[in-house]
T-cell receptor, first 114, second 111 residues
């Protein structure tokens, strides 16, 4: 079985400041890793994913995440945030084999202050 | 191309009633998964269908059921509704299992 821990339930930052949202996972098998974003009253949007290859993955809107196998982490970073980044962010894993289901962390609410 | 469509967006039901939610996946996607999102429990996997067959099931009571049709559209049904079933129900479709596209969800309120 897999589990995901998002270490911060809320992260307030000022506009244009850097941010890191932390995600650690536990699994006895290899996993794929995902970050999703949820804006108010909406579903989940895929931000980025790690399937294989380079451990650093980037999204089109400036976010990046690095897969660290030894620390079982997949932290999300952005060097300069905007008001529009205010949302809830979810880290998720899916095992290579077995049930094709996503296991989510509890989410981190990112609030950007002007 | 059109995204994942969930209907209705909002529902209010009374305890003891039953409800059916609908999900139309992206064209060509044969896998449809359902998740329940609540403030207390977060996002939890309900079940996954592929080519009309339930492949995986989460840890939910038998009151929660689903099905998938030959055109990949899926429905989930909750019978004998309880107050704790109030949640946002999200549907996700996938072609390969490596990327999941979610719909906007159906917000169910049980009173």
């Amino acid at each position: 079985a897999q589990s995901v821990t998002q270490l911060d339930s809320q992260v307030p930052v000022f506009e244009e400041a850097p941010v890191e949202l932390r995600c650690n996972y536990s699994s006895s098998v290899s996993v794929y890793l995902f970050w999703y974003v949820q804006y108010p009253n909406q579903g989940l949007q895929l931000l980025l994913k790690y399937l294989s290859g380079s451990t650093l993955v980037e999204s089109i809107n400036g976010f990046e995440a690095e897969f660290n196998k030894s620390q079982t982490s997949f932290h999300l970073r952005k060097p300069s945030v905007h008001i529009s980044d205010t949302a809830e962010y979810f880290c998720a894993v899916r095992s290579f084999q077995g049930a094709q289901k996503l296991v989510f962390g509890q989410g981190t609410r990112l609030t950007i202050n002007p | 191309k059109a995204g994942v469509t969930q209907t209705p967006r909002y529902l209010i039901k009374t305890r003891g009633q039953q409800v059916t939610l609908s999900c139309s996946p992206i064209s060509g996607h044969r896998s449809v998964s359902w998740y329940q999102q609540t403030p207390g429990q977060g996002l939890q996997f309900l079940f996954e269908y592929f080519s009309e067959t339930q492949r995986n099931k989460g840890n939910f009571p038998g009151r929660f059921s689903g099905r998938q049709f030959s055109n990949s559209r899926s429905e989930m049904n909750v019978s004998t509704l309880e107050l704790g079933d109030s949640a946002l129900y999200l549907c996700a479709s996938s072609m390969t299992g490596y990327g999941y596209t979610f719909g906007s969800g159906t917000r169910l309120t049980v009173v």
